[in-house]
C-alpha cells in the first residue's frame, strides 16, 4: 500500500496525525481540538478548518512544513 499524499483533500485527520506525528503540533498552535477528539476519523484538514475557522491554505503550508521539519526527537 501506499503512503497518501497530505495534500490529499480526503485524507482524514486521524490518519494524518498517525503518518506525521509531527503535524500534531501544528493542531495545538492553532488551539483545534482535533487532536484526541473521537471525529479524526471522519474529518479532513478542509473540515476542521471551516470547523475552527482557520484559513486553510496557511494551514495546510504549516503542515507541510511541519513534516518537512520534524522536531527533534529523543536524546
Given at each position: 500500500?501506499?503512503?497518501?499524499?497530505?495534500?490529499?483533500?480526503?485524507?482524514?485527520?486521524?490518519?494524518?496525525?498517525?503518518?506525521?506525528?509531527?503535524?500534531?503540533?501544528?493542531?495545538?498552535?492553532?488551539?483545534?481540538?482535533c487532536v484526541?477528539?473521537?471525529?479524526?476519523?471522519?474529518?479532513?484538514?478542509?473540515?476542521?478548518?471551516?470547523?475552527?475557522?482557520?484559513?486553510?491554505?496557511?494551514?495546510?503550508?504549516?503542515?507541510?512544513?511541519?513534516?518537512?521539519?520534524?522536531?527533534?526527537?529523543?536524546?
Amino acid at each position: 500500500m501506499t503512503r497518501p499524499l497530505i495534500s490529499d483533500p480526503d485524507l482524514t485527520l486521524d490518519a494524518l496525525m498517525r503518518i506525521w506525528p509531527d503535524t500534531i503540533s501544528v493542531f495545538l498552535r492553532h488551539r483545534m481540538i482535533c487532536v484526541g477528539c473521537l471525529i479524526t476519523p471522519f474529518h479532513t484538514v478542509s473540515d476542521a478548518c471551516r470547523e475552527h475557522a482557520v484559513d486553510e491554505a496557511d494551514f495546510r503550508r504549516e503542515l507541510e512544513r511541519a513534516v518537512a521539519m520534524p522536531s527533534e526527537r529523543g536524546g
